[in-house]
């Protein structure tokens, strides 16, 4: 069974940092791509970044780059968001997501994680 | 950026009526799109790929048809587990966006 779990969420002020991780499960991490979800309080879905299979193609929405980092460790079966200069806006539940497989073009999400909570405040 | 529009916003169906949701991109994405349901405190669940293939175990209530720009999400005999929120979503080139989100409520 596919698993992604979240983890390292929490309460960080203007400016703090913080580190996300999304650690996967049942299936060989290293032939898919992965994405970065979050949802604001109340809010819809917003698209944040995106990691091919080897980590070697990333991709970020205006509105985090710059300031947010994607990366993964395919031996750690892991995908990770280094989040810098964070702002208040950027409270929201974050969620990973997995591709079908991995390819030059865009794919949609097949598995989603439960989401870890980041509040900047 | 594609910009994806959702229409309506919410709306107030029965147990047993059949609910459209529409999504409109703002430049063509051939038929890269997605539609997801969610519900409160959850994961979104993905229901819809290319724009009309059903996911694994997703009941066949839901249907997708679509191509280019307009693309619709049909579910038909309503059931009490498919009130939740919709989201569309295209895939077609970076940055990835969605759509707004379609609330159904128990009319």
């Known amino acids: 069974e596919v698993q992604l779990v979240e983890s390292g969420g929490g309460l960080v002020q203007p400016g703090g940092s913080l580190r996300l991780s999304c650690a996967a499960s049942g299936f060989t991490f290293r032939s898919y791509d992965l994405h970065w979800v979050r949802q604001a309080p109340g809010k819809g879905l917003e698209w944040v970044s995106h990691s091919s299979a080897t980590g070697s193609t990333v991709h970020y929405a205006e509105s985090v780059k710059g300031r947010f980092t994607v990366s993964r460790d395919n031996a750690k079966n892991s995908v990770y968001l280094q989040m810098n200069s964070l702002r208040v806006e950027d409270t929201a539940v974050y969620f990973c997501?997995?591709?079908?497989?991995?390819?030059?073009?865009?794919?949609?999400?097949?598995?989603w994680g439960q989401g870890t909570l980041v509040t900047v405040s | 950026d594609i910009q994806m529009t959702q229409s309506p916003s919410s709306l107030s169906a029965s147990v047993g009526d059949t609910v459209t949701i529409t999504c409109r991109a703002s430049?063509?994405?051939?038929?890269?799109l997605a539609w997801f349901q969610q519900k409160p405190g959850k994961a979104p669940k993905p229901l819809i790929y290319?724009?009309?293939t059903l996911e694994s175990g997703v009941s066949p209530n839901f249907s997708g048809s679509g191509s280019v720009t307009d693309f619709t999400l049909t579910i038909s005999s309503l059931q009490p587990e498919d009130f939740a929120t919709y989201y569309c979503q295209q895939y077609n080139s970076y940055p990835l966006t969605f759509g707004g989100g379609t609330k159904v409520e128990i009319k």
């Open positions: 430049q063509g994405i051939s038929n890269s």
């Open positions: 290319a724009a009309s």
């Open positions: 997501a997995r591709t079908p497989g991995t390819g030059y073009y865009p794919q949609n999400f097949q598995h």
